[in-house]
């Protein structure tokens, strides 16, 4: 395989994640869909089933989700609530939900709740996955236990008795996974790129569409022959706050005349920086890594995530940060004020675009303040 | 209009029931306690969540800050305007759930001339109970912003079967119904609080003196039921729902004292009296209404509003009778367990699609309802979830149900005369036909 051919797979994937299912669902697999990045993929792969990360499309709309949902609810679970009702994940024989932001724990509610108000509501088997990041050791054994009830599901809809070898196996695949993408990060953090940063978020989301045994040889076919570097002096953006899930705010911002360098959220950059310890008791690694490991709305200490935040600045030497929340954002607003002092005190400019809808958002608004931005920038003398 | 000659007596406007004054008395004393040993005195306190094992902290003879109540205070006394400038000022945008972060920017604004009794002093610790996403952010801000005091955390774990009927299981057949897996977690982490507690405060939790504390939750829950047969039974209802409301939620914050359950006693022989003697809030009662959803804390007087031109009165509100249904754990030998059980699905059990319904139905047959008012509040969307559903499932039950939807931040936000117009209207196309 060929670079080119890599991420022209890695594209089609990334704009057609539905499509990708039903072809595998076609050719025998079953699949075990997930939102979020707190599943551990581990778990169904060492059962010999077949992972794929579900995610909104602003696009999708049902007139159900009006009917039931409030409208506070994140505009990406709204969307997932609707494809769920129009039919979209039928061909998952399970969807884990994990527990980590409030509003898909309230998502796994509601769809168990739907089936009594939409007889025809065609919901597939639902797992919560009551993962709590809170940093103890009480939170650590509870983690345990919800790991091996997942296990536990997995194996009963059809799944492998999950064997410590066939774990350390999977544990192993994912670490691949997870070093590829930085190995690969460099072709849109370098100082001469080949790769946009819409193109880094479908890149870094293939690593969970794909399955691993396409995953693997299309990143290394794309870190060892990438495309073309291209030079690039626009600014550097790290962009930071709600998932993008979808490429519209990167592409606005690239448009508008900047370079995302970097994402800061659960599905960018910082979902691959930590790798699964591979010595010890594998169950325990993957609590670990499951718990501390990976970015999350609810995970804390701050500073700790702030640092890992200070970190991906420096690593990918962004040089202003965007931070975009979800227009009922609750959570990551506390953490703003704290997070553009440690901006301030690099002399890293910021701007703060909060309360942004995820449907039917005021894009000329967006791409004006991001604009306008970008300009106060120029106007610094170097 | 009702002959006047032989209507039952209408407990006049200003004229309290004896409990309810009783139960304003010892709130303030409580107070007035709380100044003179931690204000002045320098004693250990503990701030902690609404819905959190404030049982602990009531044996050790620990006082308990709960936040929504400094919130209360504060708003109470027009601070609130104040505090969101503040707010405005250091970054914090205005979506973010403000209410319960009130008490964290009397800290941040450092005025002790300016907050509520003064602000409230450096606490022994802070207890957050990590239910939706944010307690963990403002708690450690808040943490350090006393200048580093320890943040203690309960995390939440999530049921994964809402078995129906839930009231039903919620006293004595608690283990299945919030799943062994999650109590198991639950009585570990509130170890550990005790662990703390203990260590910060140098006194102990004797074990049976939590234990009696248990048994009169229990016991305070059962005279609370007991309240709630009297009151859906008389017709018209003998107290109205504000001072229900002060009574319950008096024995509520202070659950697990002799007080609570000798004011509770009480309480029920005052509503039979008055029972028996005819006297009424409404004496012309025509129509019960429940109060769906957050309390209209600050304009409690909305509740009476509809009384004198129609004779619709609310008689039941989710805080009626939660602390018999909802608090209530039996218990053999494990007090601890009965006290993990107690909190560890509250909040679900009047949010979530199902179970909220299910109970609220279940209350407006026993109070005899025939109609529902559900506040939604804007800029707090976890108290907004669910209630489209909620909604959904009491009309299907036969219950209309008017949906306001409003600020609670700002009471001047608030708009009287278009909610009183819009309760008006539904009453006379929905509820009276
Ligand atoms: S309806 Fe009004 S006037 Fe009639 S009894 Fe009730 S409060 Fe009195
Ligand atoms: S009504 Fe709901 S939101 Fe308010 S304190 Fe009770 S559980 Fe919490």
Same mark, same amino acid.
């Given at each position: ?42 778990? +169904? ?5 077949? *992972? ?61 709740? +739907? ?96 399955? *691993? ?11 060892? /022959? ?20 979808? *490429? ?45 490991? +990976? ?5 804390? *200490? ?23 929340? /979800?227009?009922? /954002? ?53 | ?44 306190? =503990?701030?902690?969540?609404? =819905? ?89 801000? #808040? ?22 009927? @839930? ?35 140098? !006194? ?8 009696? =504390?248990?048994?009169? =939750? ?16 008389? !017709? ?16 509520? @914050?202070?659950?697990?004292?002799? @007080? ?67 608090? !209530? ?29 299910? #109970? ?74």
């Amino acid at each position: 395989m060929t670079g080119a051919d890599a991420l022209a797979r890695i594209r089609a994937v990334y704009a057609d994640r539905l499509g990708e299912a039903r072809r595998r669902r076609a050719a025998g697999a079953t699949l075990v869909g997930y939102f979020l990045n707190a599943v551990p993929v581990e778990l +169904i792969l060492a059962a010999g089933l077949d *992972p794929i990360r579900l995610v909104g499309d602003p696009a999708r709309r049902s007139p159900l989700t009006e009917r039931y949902l409030e409208e506070y609810f994140d505009g990406e679970v709204q969307s997932l609530f609707g494809a769920a009702m129009e039919g979209d994940f039928a061909d998952m024989s399970l969807l884990v939900i994990p527990r980590t932001a409030e509003t898909y724990l309230q998502l796994y509610y509601f769809l168990k709740e +739907i089936p009594k108000w939409e007889l025809q509501a065609s919901v597939p088997p639902l797992h919560l996955f009551d993962l709590l990041q809170t940093p103890h050791w009480t939170v650590a054994q509870y983690d345990l236990g919800r790991m091996r009830a997942l296990a536990a599901r997995l194996e009963e809809i059809g799944g492998a008795r999950i064997d410590e070898a066939a774990l350390r196996t999977a544990i192993a695949t994912c670490n691949r996974l997870r070093s590829l993408l930085g190995q690969a990060s460099t072709l849109w953090q370098g100082d001469a790129p080949s790769l946009s940063g819409v193109d880094a978020l479908a890149v870094i989301a293939a690593a969970s569409v794909l399955h *691993p045994d396409e995953a693997v040889p299309a990143l290394e076919a794309l870190v060892a /022959d990438p495309p073309p570097v291209r030079r690039d002096d626009r600014p550097r953006v790290l962009l930071k706050g709600s998932p993008q899930s979808d *490429p519209r705010v990167t592409a606005l911002i690239e448009e508008a005349g900047a370079r995302v360098v970097a994402h800061d959220h659960v599905a960018g950059d910082t979902t691959y920086d930590t790798l699964v310890s591979e010595g010890g008791d594998p169950w325990e690694a993957l609590v670990h890594h499951y718990q501390l490991g +990976i970015p999350g709305l609810r995970a804390y *200490p701050q500073r700790a995530q702030d640092q890992r935040f200070l970190a991906l600045v420096e690593r990918s030497r962004a040089e202003v940060v965007i931070f975009f929340h /979800d227009q009922y /954002d609750d959570t990551l607003g506390w953490e703003y004020p704290d997070q553009k002092k440690l901006l301030d005190a690099r002399g890293i400019p910021s701007l703060f675009l909060k309360q942004q809808p995820y449907l039917d958002p005021p894009v000329a608004e967006q791409h004006a303040a991001v604009a306008g931005f970008l300009a106060t920038l120029q106007k610094v003398p170097a | 209009m009702t002959d006047t000659a032989t209507r039952p007596p209408r407990a006049p406007e200003g004229e309290r029931m004896a409990a309810t004054l009783a139960a304003q008395a010892y709130q303030k004393a409580t107070q007035a306690r709380f100044r003179a040993e931690v204000i002045e005195g320098g004693g250990d306190y =503990v701030i902690a969540d609404a =819905v959190a094992p404030h049982e602990i902290f009531h044996t050790m003879d620990v006082p308990v800050i709960s936040l929504p109540w400094y919130s209360a205070v504060i708003s109470a006394k027009q601070l609130s305007p104040y505090y969101f400038g503040l707010m405005d000022e250091l970054g914090y945008h205005d979506g973010l759930p403000r209410y319960t972060s009130l008490p964290f920017m009397t800290t941040l604004a450092n005025e002790p001339e300016r907050a509520p009794y003064g602000g409230l002093p450096k606490p022994t610790m802070i207890l957050e109970r990590l239910r939706g996403d944010y307690g963990q952010k403002i708690g450690e801000q #808040w943490a350090r912003a006393f200048g580093g005091v320890p943040l203690v955390t309960i995390d939440n774990s999530s049921v994964t079967e809402l078995t129906p009927g @839930w009231f039903r299981h919620a006293q004595s057949d608690w283990e299945a119904l919030y799943e062994p897996h999650r109590l198991d977690f639950q009585v570990k982490q509130i170890e550990n609080v005790i662990a703390v507690a203990e260590t910060l405060t140098h !006194r102990s939790l004797d074990p049976g003196a939590f234990r009696q =504390v248990m048994h009169r =939750v229990n016991e305070a829950g059962e005279l609370v039921d007991r309240a709630k047969r009297i009151i859906a039974a008389a !017709r018209p209802a003998p107290v109205s729902l504000p001072e229900q409301l002060t009574n319950v939620m008096a024995a509520t @914050w202070n659950r697990g004292s002799q @007080w609570a359950v000798d004011h509770l006693r009480t309480y029920c022989e005052e509503l039979e009296a008055r029972v028996a003697s005819g006297v009424a809030a409404c004496p012309d009662e025509r129509v019960r209404l429940l109060w769906v959803n957050n309390g209209l804390w600050f304009n409690t007087g909305f509740y009476r509003a509809f009384e004198e031109k129609y004779g619709a009165t609310f008689v039941w509100s989710m805080y009626s009778n939660f602390l018999s249904d909802g608090y !209530r754990k039996y218990f053999t030998d494990d007090p601890l367990r009965a006290l993990a059980a107690r909190h560890i699905s509250m909040n679900e059990q009047l949010h979530l699609p199902g179970w909220m319904a299910e #109970w609220i139905i279940e209350q407006a047959r026993d109070y005899g309802c025939t109609g529902a008012v559900m506040l939604v509040p804007i800029g707090d969307r976890m108290s907004a979830f669910g209630t489209k559903l909620c909604a959904m499932a009491l009309e299907q039950g036969g219950i209309p149900t008017l949906t306001l939807t409003a600020s609670m931040v700002d009471a001047r936000l608030w708009d009287n005369a278009a909610m009183i117009r819009k309760v008006e209207e539904f009453l006379e196309q929905r509820v009276l036909k």
